[in-house]
């Protein structure tokens, strides 16, 4: 689940990113930049339900 929050974080922020870049709003695409790394972090981390992976991070 955490894979596809991610993913779907990371598309958001790149469209942010994209439309700050268009119309010219250097917040709004700082903003998207931020949000696509908070979701490429989230794609990165194991996911919850499946416990075996922390264990395999740990060895």
């Given at each position: 689940?955490g894979?596809?929050?991610?993913l ?5 922020g ?14 709004l ?17 194991p ?13």
């Amino acid at each position: 689940m955490g894979k596809v929050k991610g993913l779907k974080r990371r598309i958001t922020g790149k469209a942010k990113q994209a439309v700050g870049e268009i119309v010219g709003d250097q917040e709004l695409h700082e903003d998207g930049k931020a949000e696509a790394e908070r979701g490429r972090e989230e794609q990165g981390q194991p996911s919850e339900l499946n416990p075996l992976k922390k264990l395999h991070q740990l060895t």
